[in-house]
């Protein structure tokens, strides 16, 4: 309860007796001495200003408000003493302002006392409509408002700064200047942990914030110069611990290790509180401390404690997810076995060192070497030995105590070295032919496995930027070159690319590098989406169309279409056909869904199959799923796989092929009559139907024996139930002879090419017919 205030007007000072005794002064002064119970519900007290002796009346509510007594006051600054300097200059511009008697206005500033600490208030005026002097107004206190509008700004500021952050400081720094001028903090810093030269952890100041006005640069010094241990000082106990912490005097506090520096630049309290995450192992993870300090004492009425856990967990989690980024970037160029750089990393490395070094007019060398004998000793104690022999020999290499070396595994038992010249005065071959022996040397060093000695070589070609290619491509072509000159003559050796090598070397040669571009070109097709699928229409006889085989097809950047019987040998070859097969069924079931809704209702799609994926036993399951999210039936897809493939693996194959009809799935033998398969074999299959490979189409309907075969093949079909389908048909004589047997499948040019979906519609669309010739 604040003091009322006497009402004779020899209790008031000399100069304002005269005022006093003006009788509507007198009865304000006897108004404002008594709580108002309307001001009290309503939470607002009153005030009154005579200009022209800067003279102040607050009610009681009022004067509660800005700490200070009921009654008169001498002027602005003793009636307004708590109020925060900054916000005092325009409190003094509204009220003396002389319109402020005849319209609203109002303005919103702070004050602080050590019971209440930081508080907003809002000063109202209210239009005059008499003649008096005074200027009066309301007083309310919007602080719990500003409080929350605080805590959603920042929040809200917090949060965007954080969402898909590339980096963490530049947000983090960001939000210490949002938590500082929106909660009134003078300086904040995250502190994050870092590891010595001794392999001790240090938390170090990493970034901070403070308003530029402020002289705190001798705290911010001596806060970056410091390194503290875990547990030690305050920072230190709140990593450790997990928990937040007060600072209420930041001078006399002993666990406070900048007590001076804090003390000269007028600091007074804090907040320190952990930035932290719990892994998915369930284990606690605390990449940082924040700490926030102020001029002021804090602890009654800050608003951090609050946001606090919010602030701290939006960190921890960018902090989290950047470090799982980082961790997948690493994973993704690194080669699991070895821990080498992978195939892809080490050609983005050797790219680069090629632009550097055109740059710069600087030389390196590329080594290119081939494990010797490596195949017999997975086929003598299986692929664990052979894995023993790659880590051990990466491990090694790693090893060589030689500086500016980058060693990568390219695949199998394929590594390159890419070596830059270490400055010194040895010239560049003599460098290389040390480093060169020293890796023949650890080849050539016994491995253990299960007790055995195994014992390895190693084959290895160099060529040297620029002498030898300008781009890696070339480089790789021209060590791989050498490398195989040595292959051929003996083995455990070194050979350097030269114009002299055997035409027929480098031409084979050649191809592989090519081979391997092209592979590498295939894994960014696929991350590019650049392969894209055409439809060719499978005709019935009486002109419907019956299915349509999906062909892949790949465009390039430069819009050339790569041929798939060039791409999918490579890609058979590195096991990207797995990825490639499952997008095609993926995208196949799609497309085809779309083709029932326009109409081509009963219509299949055939696609084929690389014998690696009708090894798996969870292809059937695989691709129930898919037609499932499709929306389509699994007699819709049918599955092309080739004679060759069938009889390469039939244990594996024919259980997978029986599952996938037992669930409804087409099966087509491709190519058949090529001579793989026997007849024998062939009742016994369970497919659907089968194509006759388009080499018997060709000849028809000349030659005789072509004729025959076709003709065997038909009633074959007819005979075991099966649908044959005549691909490869390419002209109309080919045509008039093949509809003569009536219930043959017709695809092939002279009906229709390859479409892509959109066209198949237009054109298709209605109808689904297209005539055939000699109906027209």
Same mark, same amino acid.
């Given at each position: 309860?604040?003091?009322?205030?006497?009402?004779?007007?020899?209790?008031?000072?000399?100069?304002?007796?005269?005022?006093?005794?003006?009788?509507?002064?007198?009865?304000?002064?006897?108004?404002?001495?008594?709580?108002?119970?309307?001001?009290?519900?309503?939470?607002?007290?009153?005030?009154?200003?005579?200009?022209?002796?800067? $003279?102040?009346?607050?009610?009681?509510?009022?004067?509660?408000?800005?700490?200070?007594?009921? $009654?008169?006051?001498?002027?602005?600054?003793?009636?307004?003493?708590?109020?925060?300097?900054?916000?005092?200059?325009?409190?003094?511009?509204?009220?003396?302002?002389?319109?402020?008697?005849?319209?609203?206005?109002?303005?919103?500033?702070?004050?602080?006392?050590?019971?209440?600490?930081?508080?907003?208030?809002?000063?109202?005026?209210?239009?005059?409509?008499?003649?008096?002097?005074?200027?009066?107004?309301?007083?309310?206190?919007?602080?719990?408002?500003?409080?929350?509008?605080?805590?959603?700004?920042?929040?809200?500021?917090?949060?965007?700064?954080?969402?898909?952050?590339?980096?963490?400081?530049?947000?983090? =720094?960001?939000?210490?200047?949002?938590?500082?001028?929106?909660?009134?903090?003078?300086?904040?810093?995250?502190?994050?942990?870092?590891?010595?030269?001794?392999?001790?952890?240090?938390?170090?100041?990493?970034?901070?914030?403070?308003?530029?006005?402020?002289?705190?640069?001798?705290?911010?010094?001596?806060?970056?110069?410091?390194?503290?241990?875990?547990?030690?000082?305050?920072?230190?106990?709140?990593?450790?611990?997990?928990?937040?912490?007060?600072?209420?005097?930041?001078?006399?506090?002993?666990?406070?290790?900048?007590?001076?520096?804090?003390?000269?630049?007028?600091?007074?309290?804090?907040?320190?509180?952990?930035?932290?995450?719990?892994?998915?192992?369930?284990?606690?993870?605390?990449?940082?401390?924040?700490?926030?300090?102020?001029?002021?004492?804090?602890?009654?009425? %800050?608003?951090?404690?609050?946001?606090?856990?919010?602030?701290?967990?939006?960190?921890?989690?960018?902090?989290?997810?950047?470090?799982?980024?980082?961790?997948?970037?690493?994973?993704?160029?690194?080669?699991?076995?070895?821990?080498?750089?992978?195939?892809?990393?080490?050609?983005?490395?050797?790219?680069?060192?090629?632009?550097?070094?055109?740059?710069? $007019? =600087?030389?390196?060398?590329?080594?290119?070497?081939?494990?010797?004998?490596?195949?017999?000793?997975?086929?003598?104690?299986?692929?664990?030995?052979?894995?023993?022999?790659?880590?051990?020999?990466?491990?090694?290499?790693?090893?060589?105590?030689?500086?500016?070396?980058?060693?990568?595994?390219?695949?199998?038992?394929?590594?390159?070295?890419?070596?830059?010249?270490?400055?010194?005065?040895?010239?560049?071959?003599?460098?290389?032919?040390?480093?060169?022996?020293?890796?023949?040397?650890?080849?050539?060093?016994?491995?253990?496995?299960?007790?055995?000695?195994?014992?390895? &070589?190693?084959?290895?070609?160099?060529?040297?930027?620029?002498?030898?290619?300008?781009?890696?491509?070339?480089?790789?072509?021209?060590?791989?070159?050498?490398?195989?000159?040595?292959?051929?003559?003996?083995?455990?050796?070194?050979?350097?690319? &030269?114009? &002299?090598?055997?035409?027929?070397?480098?031409?084979?040669?050649?191809?592989? %590098?090519?081979?391997?571009?092209?592979?590498?070109?295939?894994?960014?097709?696929?991350?590019?989406?650049?392969?894209?699928?055409?439809?060719?229409?499978?005709?019935?006889?009486?002109?419907?169309?019956?299915?349509?085989?999906?062909?892949?097809?790949?465009?390039?950047?430069?819009?050339?279409?790569?041929?798939?019987?060039?791409?999918?040998?490579?890609?058979?070859?590195?096991?990207?056909?797995?990825?490639?097969?499952?997008?095609?069924?993926?995208?196949?079931?799609?497309?085809?869904?779309?083709?029932?809704?326009?109409?081509?209702?009963?219509?299949?799609?055939?696609?084929?199959?690389?014998?690696?994926?009708?090894?798996?036993?969870?292809?059937?399951?695989?691709?129930?799923?898919?037609?499932?999210?499709?929306?389509?039936?699994?007699?819709?897809?049918?599955?092309?796989?080739?004679? &060759?493939?069938?009889?390469?693996?039939?244990?594996?194959?024919?259980?997978?092929?029986?599952?996938?009809?037992?669930?409804?799935?087409?099966?087509?033998?491709?190519?058949?009559?090529?001579?793989?398969?026997?007849?024998?074999?062939?009742?016994?299959?369970?497919?659907?139907?089968?194509?006759?490979?388009?080499?018997?189409?060709?000849?028809?309907?000349?030659?005789?024996?072509?004729?025959?075969?076709?003709?065997?093949?038909?009633?074959?079909?007819?005979?075991?139930?099966?649908?044959?389908?005549?691909?490869?048909?390419?002209?109309?004589?080919?045509?008039?002879?093949?509809?003569?047997?009536?219930?043959?499948?017709?695809?092939?040019?002279?009906?229709?090419?390859?479409?892509?979906?959109?066209?198949?519609?237009?054109?298709?669309?209605?109808?689904?017919?297209?005539?055939?010739?000699?109906?027209?």
């Amino acid at each position: 309860m604040h003091e009322s205030i006497s009402l004779t007007p020899a209790s008031f000072l000399p100069e304002y007796v005269e005022l006093c005794t003006s009788p509507e002064l007198y009865a304000l002064l006897a108004q404002a001495a008594v709580p108002d119970a309307v001001e009290q519900a309503a939470a607002f007290g009153r005030w009154w200003f005579h200009p022209d002796s800067d $003279g102040l009346v607050f009610s009681v509510m009022a004067a509660g408000m800005l700490g200070v007594t009921a $009654g008169w006051h001498a002027g602005l600054d003793q009636g307004f003493a708590k109020v925060l300097a900054d916000d005092m200059l325009q409190i003094n511009a509204m009220l003396r302002n002389a319109t402020a008697r005849r319209s609203q206005m109002e303005y919103e500033f702070r004050i602080f006392n050590e019971g209440t600490g930081l508080r907003w208030l809002r000063l109202r005026s209210v239009p005059q409509a008499s003649a008096s002097a005074l200027c009066e107004g309301i007083l309310t206190d919007i602080t719990a408002a500003r409080h929350a509008a605080m805590r959603e700004r920042l929040g809200f500021e917090s949060t965007r700064l954080f969402v898909g952050a590339d980096s963490i400081g530049e947000a983090v =720094t960001r939000v210490i200047q949002l938590v500082c001028e929106n909660l009134g903090w003078d300086w904040g810093a995250y502190w994050t942990v870092a590891t010595d030269a001794s392999g001790e952890r240090q938390l170090r100041l990493q970034d901070y914030w403070h308003a530029q006005q402020e002289t705190l640069q001798l705290f911010t010094q001596e806060s970056q110069a410091m390194q503290v241990r875990p547990g030690t000082g305050l920072v230190g106990q709140v990593w450790q611990q997990g928990e937040p912490r007060w600072v209420e005097s930041m001078s006399s506090d002993e666990e406070f290790l900048r007590n001076k520096s804090a003390m000269q630049c007028q600091l007074r309290s804090g907040y320190i509180f952990p930035v932290a995450y719990i892994t998915d192992e369930g284990e606690r993870h605390c990449p940082g401390v924040l700490e926030f300090y102020s001029r002021l004492t804090r602890q009654s009425e %800050a608003q951090l404690p609050s946001l606090s856990a919010t602030i701290g967990a939006l960190i921890a989690q960018t902090a989290q997810r950047l470090e799982q980024q980082e961790t997948i970037r690493l994973l993704a160029q690194i080669d699991g076995l070895t821990e080498l750089a992978n195939r892809s990393h080490f050609y983005q490395i050797l790219d680069s060192a090629c632009k550097k070094s055109a740059a710069s $007019g =600087t030389e390196f060398g590329l080594i290119f070497i081939d494990l010797d004998r490596f195949k017999p000793v997975n086929d003598a104690f299986g692929h664990e030995a052979g894995n023993v022999v790659l880590r051990g020999f990466s491990q090694r290499v790693q090893a060589l105590p030689i500086p500016g070396k980058l060693v990568g595994r390219l695949g199998g038992d394929e590594f390159a070295i890419l070596y830059q010249p270490d400055g010194s005065a040895t010239p560049f071959n003599e460098q290389l032919d040390s480093l060169v022996r020293q890796v023949l040397h650890a080849a050539q060093l016994p491995f253990m496995f299960n007790g055995h000695e195994i014992t390895v &070589s190693a084959s290895i070609g160099i060529s040297i930027y620029p002498d030898n290619g300008l781009t890696g491509p070339e480089l790789l072509r021209g060590a791989d070159t050498a490398m195989y000159r040595i292959k051929k003559n003996g083995r455990n050796d070194v050979s350097y690319f &030269s114009s &002299s090598t055997s035409y027929t070397l480098a031409v084979q040669q050649s191809d592989l %590098a090519q081979r391997l571009t092209m592979q590498t070109e295939l894994h960014q097709a696929i991350a590019e989406q650049a392969l894209f699928l055409e439809y060719q229409p499978i005709f019935a006889a009486n002109g419907q169309i019956h299915a349509l085989e999906a062909l892949i097809r790949w465009r390039r950047a430069n819009g050339d279409i790569v041929r798939p019987d060039i791409f999918i040998p490579i890609a058979e070859e590195s096991r990207l056909i797995i990825q490639i097969g499952s997008w095609v069924v993926h995208r196949a079931c799609h497309d085809l869904a779309r083709l029932h809704r326009c109409g081509f209702e009963n219509v299949k799609v055939h696609v084929n199959m690389a014998a690696s994926e009708f090894t798996s036993s969870a292809l059937p399951d695989e691709l129930r799923a898919v037609v499932e999210r499709s929306g389509i039936k699994p007699h819709h897809l049918c599955l092309e796989l080739t004679e &060759s493939m069938l009889m390469h693996q039939p244990d594996h194959v024919i259980p997978i092929m029986s599952t996938l009809r037992r669930l409804g799935f087409g099966i087509s033998l491709d190519d058949f009559g090529m001579g793989y398969s026997s007849l024998a074999h062939l009742k016994n299959l369970p497919i659907s139907s089968m194509k006759i490979d388009r080499s018997f189409i060709k000849g028809l309907p000349q030659q005789s024996e072509d004729r025959a075969i076709v003709r065997t093949i038909i009633e074959l079909g007819r005979n075991l139930r099966l649908n044959v389908i005549a691909e490869g048909v390419e002209t109309d004589t080919q045509l008039a002879f093949l509809r003569q047997f009536g219930d043959t499948l017709i695809q092939g040019f002279v009906l229709s090419r390859p479409q892509p979906v959109e066209e198949l519609i237009r054109v298709y669309g209605k109808g689904l017919e297209l005539p055939l010739v000699g109906d027209v």
